[in-house]
């Protein structure tokens, strides 16, 4: 009889922390050794992308409703946001526990009637979500052997007030958990220093990607762009158009390079995929600094391995709350260079000198360095591009991580009793 695994996740939609649950759900290897299952908190937007990116699993799945308060910009618009905070906080404490109650009877009975012998939870950053607690917790109370809580990101310490109501929560979690995974080694330290975890207790394992195909070639792509015809260097930003993603970090290094280097607009274009809050702001910014000439907004582009291919070099400028990007990791697997922030686990990815370059985060500066670095040498972009290429498919191909968790599950079921 096989075992069973059952991945419980929580998110909004079906963001770049889900793509290793499409990979679990996915696996002819792990459906042909282990009886899958999936549960996940129910909307419209995570179903969307469910049914669009898995497409081949064979187990059952549980659409789950439950009730979610995301942040007080969810209140009246016309609130003033220290009312709006304080009315959030009130709601957050009055609310939480009894919906975490609720939510704990709820996933309890689903794998009371499934009897999983791995529960596989996944999560972005930390805290996790509630029904992602809520499910650690249920483990330990319908007696799950063992069960896993991967974090995407950098865990959240408890120096702001909003943190203290999950204190209590956060002990439960951690005796329910028999192993937490992290995708980078700065993420587990983070996470280790905020819930006081012992090394047994935490693993590392890097996250990685299956490259989707491109649907027409890197000449039509440009010309789409507009760039049938330049000849420069094109560098490309993929991410939603939000402050933790330093966009403006970017523009004010493209405006620093443009006035002090004199170019003149033929040498290079930053192209910048996405949409988000920002758009208004960062567009007003180029237009009133006229860097048109280097700098063009795409929008949602609809395959994004399509647009990156065309790209010479992938810019990721964050400047928080970044963990283990799959942006970065998909670059690679095109062989491309990266210039990324140093965050978390970005110099786990990109190996400074070899196969892109590294900057101190918000340091205009440093920015514009690296840009006009690669610019002006190709024998470096070529290199580079070679490296990286190489460092994807030895350490991060979606094999890789694959192996490396069934290894994971299977040691696991053999230490059952």
Known sequence: MKAKIHYHTHAAFFSGAENMVALFLQSDELQSKFSLSFSYRYSKNYHQGLSKRVINFKGKSYPLRFIHFYSYEQLPKLMPILFKRIIFLILNFLITYPLLIY??????????????????????????????????????????????????????????????????????????????????????????????????????????????????????????????????????????????????????????????????GDEFKVLIEGSGPLYPALLDFVTINKLSPWVK???????????????????????????????????????????????????????????????????VSQLASAIYQLINQPGMRSSMGSASLARFNINFSSSIALNNYNNLYTKLIQDLP
């Open 103 to 264: 939510e704990i009877i709820v996933i309890r009975r689903l794998l009371t009637k499934i009897t999983p012998d791995i529960l596989h939870i996944n999560n972005a950053g930390y805290p996790a979500a509630l029904s992602a607690r809520a499910a650690a917790i249920a483990g330990l109370i319908s007696g799950v052997p063992k069960i896993i809580m991967v974090v995407n990101n950098m865990a959240a310490g408890y120096g702001h007030y909003s943190r203290w109501i999950d204190y209590p929560i956060d002990r439960l979690v951690v005796k329910s958990v028999s192993t937490f995974i992290t995708g980078s080694q700065a993420a587990a330290k983070k996470l280790q220093a905020v819930l006081n975890l012992p090394t047994h207790q935490l693993k590392t394992i890097h996250n990685g990607i299956t490259l989707r195909n491109l649907t027409c070639s890197v000449a039509e792509i440009k010309k789409r762009l507009g760039l049938g015809e330049f000849k420069g260097i094109i560098f490309g930003v993929v991410a939603l158009l939000i402050p933790r993603k330093g966009h403006q970090i970017l523009l004010d290094a493209v405006l620093k390079l443009t006035s002090d280097k004199k170019l003149l």
């Open 297 to 363: 907004f795409v929008g949602d582009e609809a395959n994004i391995v399509d647009f990156m291919s065309a790209l010479d070099v992938l810019i990721l400028p964050s400047v928080q709350d970044e963990d283990f990007p799959n942006v970065i990791l998909e670059a690679m697997a095109l062989g491309k260079p990266v210039i990324a922030s140093r965050l978390a686990g970005t110099s786990e990815q990109v190996v400074e000198g070899v196969t892109g370059l590294l900057v101190e985060p918000c340091n």
